[in-house]
Nanobody, 124 residues
Framework: QVQVAESGGGSVQAGGSLRLSCEVSAETFYCMAWFRQAPGKEREGIAAIGWAGDPNYADSVKGRFMVSEDNDKNMLYLQMDSLKPEDTAMYYC????????????????????WGQGTQVTVSS
């Protein structure tokens, strides 16, 4: 049973920073991504990493967020800078099995394993 667990959410003022962490409890290689869901909105992919470590970002976070990974520890991180009130949402980490050549994908249905989410609140 693959388990995904996020941590690092919290409350911050606009312009501030937060760093989210995600751990996947599995030895098999997984491609991972960050999604978020604001109240009343669809869950959207915001940052993902492919097999080769290539990142992919949604336009809404490009230039402000940075995704990184530590494969030895099965960890995924999301550094969020210049946060805005519209970044307020529940943030989810997701994982999918992948292989050499897999690219970073931001499509929700591509991911099989999800964490419980961590809340990020940005006040103006």
């Amino acid at each position: 049973q693959v388990q995904v667990a996020e941590s690092g959410g919290g409350s911050v003022q606009a312009g501030g920073s937060l760093r989210l962490s995600c751990e996947v409890s599995a030895e098999t290689f997984y491609c991972m991504a960050w999604f978020r869901q604001a109240p009343g909105k669809e869950r959207e992919g915001i940052a993902a990493i492919g097999w080769a470590g290539d990142p992919n970002y949604a336009d809404s976070v490009k230039g402000r967020f940075m995704v990184s990974e530590d494969n030895d520890k099965n960890m995924l991180y999301l550094q969020m800078d210049s946060l805005k009130p519209e970044d307020t949402a529940m943030y989810y980490c997701a994982a999918r099995m992948c292989s050499r050549g897999s690219v970073a994908r931001l499509i929700r249905d591509d991911y099989d394993y999800w964490g419980q989410g961590t809340q990020v609140t940005v006040s103006s």
